[in-house]
């Protein structure tokens, strides 16, 4: 029983840290337009219209993670987001390269991602507002 309480704290806890603080740059974005999402665009090429993706994975796809909602499917959504971050920014080096502090620069959307792939591999757990049936994006 603790270990299967251990389990869902720790979900929970995934869930709060990568849903709950990955809102916060949904909603900046969404308080100080979109601007620089769409030039990262221009810059690689892709259509402008993709920056509607950026308040699904970073609002949407995150409350639902912060609230156990579709939690498969809405980390697959933030995986992808941060995937395409990676992309575009890797072109002008700002994922390899080192800061000051001596990480990566890109190494916060490296934890999104990560996070958001292990919540696709472990689910909600317990502590969440829906549970669905065991399938693979529920």
Same mark, same amino acid.
């Not at 979109?34 to 030039?39: K, W, Y």
């Not at 971050?85 to 990480?103: N, P």
């Not at 696709?120 to 529920?138: C, E, Q």
């Given at each position: 029983m603790?270990?299967?309480?251990?389990?869902?704290?720790?979900?929970?806890? @995934?869930? %709060?840290?990568?849903?709950?603080? @990955?809102?916060? $740059?949904?909603?900046?974005?969404? %308080? $100080?337009? $979109?601007?620089?999402?769409? $030039? !990262?665009?221009?810059?690689?090429?892709?259509?402008? &219209? /993709?920056?509607?993706?950026?308040?699904?994975?970073?609002?949407?796809?995150?409350?639902?993670? @912060?609230?156990g909602?579709?939690?498969?499917?809405?980390?697959?959504?933030?995986?992808?987001?941060?995937? !395409?971050?990676?992309?575009?920014?890797?072109?002008?080096?700002?994922?390899?390269?080192?800061s000051?502090?001596?990480?990566?620069?890109?190494? !916060?959307?490296?934890?999104?991602?990560?996070?958001? /792939?292990?919540?696709?591999? @472990?689910?909600?757990?317990? &502590?969440? %507002?829906?549970?669905?049936?065991?399938?693979?994006?529920?």
């Amino acid at each position: 029983m603790a270990k299967e309480l251990n389990g869902d704290l720790g979900k929970l806890i @995934l869930r %709060v840290s990568t849903g709950g603080l @990955l809102i916060f $740059h949904g909603i900046a974005k969404l %308080v $100080h337009g $979109h601007e620089p999402v769409r $030039h !990262m665009l221009a810059v690689n090429n892709l259509p402008d &219209y /993709l920056w509607l993706g950026v308040p699904i994975g970073e609002i949407i796809a995150p409350l639902c993670l @912060l609230l156990g909602i579709f939690t498969r499917l809405s980390s697959v959504i933030v995986a992808f987001t941060m995937f !395409m971050t990676i992309y575009m920014t890797s072109k002008i080096g700002a994922v390899t390269t080192f800061s000051q502090t001596g990480g990566l620069t890109g190494e !916060m959307n490296l934890l999104y991602l990560l996070g958001a /792939l292990a919540l696709l591999f @472990l689910g909600a757990g317990k &502590y969440s %507002v829906y549970r669905g049936n065991k399938g693979l994006f529920l």
